[in-house]
């Protein structure tokens, strides 16, 4: 089943790139009585709901906050056995996701991962690198600071002239290089903060959030987040349609107007 491909008398637009921050793991768990591990294990098993939902609604691009910078700071056990999580993950699904065209990429720096790790997502990335129906960002050990501090010393080190510096440049040194700015940033557990994930890339994305954990979220609350995301009117700060023709002082001129990189649903 796929979303209701109109809205309001009008088609429904999808985004193009679609973002999750997977929270709640470990409070689901806990409020079961279980370990908060068995919350992350089994908050894997909605990974392979909603990179199948991508892929049966056509959603080009899928980027997964898995493990971030800061995730250092949990108990040395949790930490251990996210890893395992990954790596056990990546073990069971890399032949799967290959034959069902999805790239691997991953976005962050492998620097103190375990050698065991970073070789399993160095090798996923590898064995997918041909495909292109889904594109599947794991960032892991990411943070966004962080990846903009690469991505600065990167152009220091080039040696690159000041005035040839721009947004466009410090995207191409960023982990996303090449892929679209989300559109749609889906948040679970009642959260509503970005938590160092996609800093730069998320300025004009559209936000979603649940009360509910990620393990819960089914393909119908995603499917939620989809229409809801098309309801919204996106004006990456513009006037709509209506507002210009009431305002028509205030239109911007083709030759003036900046370049929205990733722009599927504006008016």
Same mark, same amino acid.
């Given at each position: 089943?796929?979303?209701?491909?109109?809205?309001?008398?009008?088609?429904?637009?999808?985004?193009?790139?679609?973002?999750? %921050?997977?929270?709640?793991?470990?409070? +689901?768990?806990?409020?079961? *009585?279980?370990?908060?591990?068995?919350?992350?294990?089994?908050?894997?098993?909605?990974?392979?709901?909603?990179?199948?939902?991508?892929?049966?609604?056509?959603?080009?691009?899928?980027?997964?906050?898995?493990?971030?910078?800061?995730?250092?700071?949990?108990?040395?056990?949790?930490?251990?056995?996210?890893?395992?999580?990954m790596a056990n993950f990546i073990d069971r699904e890399i032949a799967e996701l290959k034959q069902n065209g999805v790239r691997i990429r991953h976005l962050g720096s492998l620097e103190d991962v375990p050698?065991?790790?970073?070789?399993?997502?160095?090798?996923?990335?590898?064995?997918?690198?041909?495909?292109?129906?889904?594109?599947?960002?794991?960032?892991?050990?990411?943070?966004?600071?962080?990846?903009?501090? =690469?991505?600065?010393?990167?152009?220091?080190?080039?040696? &690159?002239?000041?005035?040839?510096?721009?947004?466009?440049?410090?995207?191409?040194?960023?982990?996303?290089?090449?892929?679209?700015?989300?559109?749609?940033?889906?948040? &679970?557990? *009642?959260?509503?903060?970005?938590?160092?994930?996609?800093?730069?890339?998320?300025?004009?994305?559209?936000? +979603?959030?649940?009360?509910?954990?990620?393990?819960?979220?089914? =393909?119908?609350? /995603?499917?939620?987040?989809?229409?809801?995301?098309?309801?919204?009117?996106?004006? /990456?700060?513009?006037?709509?349609?209506?507002?210009?023709? =009431?305002?028509?002082?205030?239109?911007?001129?083709?030759?003036?107007?900046?370049? %929205?990189?990733?722009? &599927?649903?504006?008016?």
């Open positions: 089943m796929s979303p209701e491909n109109r809205l309001q008398g009008r088609p429904l637009v999808l985004p193009q790139h679609v973002a999750i %921050i997977m929270d709640g793991n470990g409070r +689901w768990a806990t409020q079961q *009585g279980w370990s908060r591990l068995i919350g992350h294990r089994a908050g894997t098993e909605r990974v392979r709901d909603v990179i199948q939902a991508c892929l049966d609604w056509e959603i080009p691009v899928l980027s997964l906050y898995a493990f971030s910078t800061e995730n250092w700071l949990r108990p040395h056990e949790e930490v251990q056995g996210l890893f395992e999580i050698g065991w790790l970073a070789d399993r997502l160095r090798s996923a990335v590898c064995t997918t690198q041909d495909n292109s129906r889904l594109v599947l960002n794991v960032a892991f050990n990411y943070g966004s600071r962080a990846e903009l501090v =690469r991505a600065v010393r990167a152009i220091v080190e080039a040696g &690159t002239p000041v005035d040839q510096i721009d947004e466009a440049l410090i995207a191409r040194h960023l982990d996303t290089a090449g892929i679209p700015d989300p559109d749609l940033i889906i948040r &679970t557990a *009642g959260e509503m903060r970005l938590s160092n994930f996609l800093l730069w890339q998320a300025a004009y994305a559209e936000y +979603w959030s649940t009360d509910v954990f990620w393990p819960d979220l089914n =393909r119908d609350l /995603f499917q939620q987040a989809l229409r809801d995301f098309g309801r919204r009117q996106r004006r /990456f700060g513009a006037l709509s349609g209506a507002e210009r023709s =009431r305002n028509p002082a205030s239109v911007i001129g083709p030759e003036n107007r900046p370049s %929205i990189v990733g722009r &599927t649903n504006g008016s």
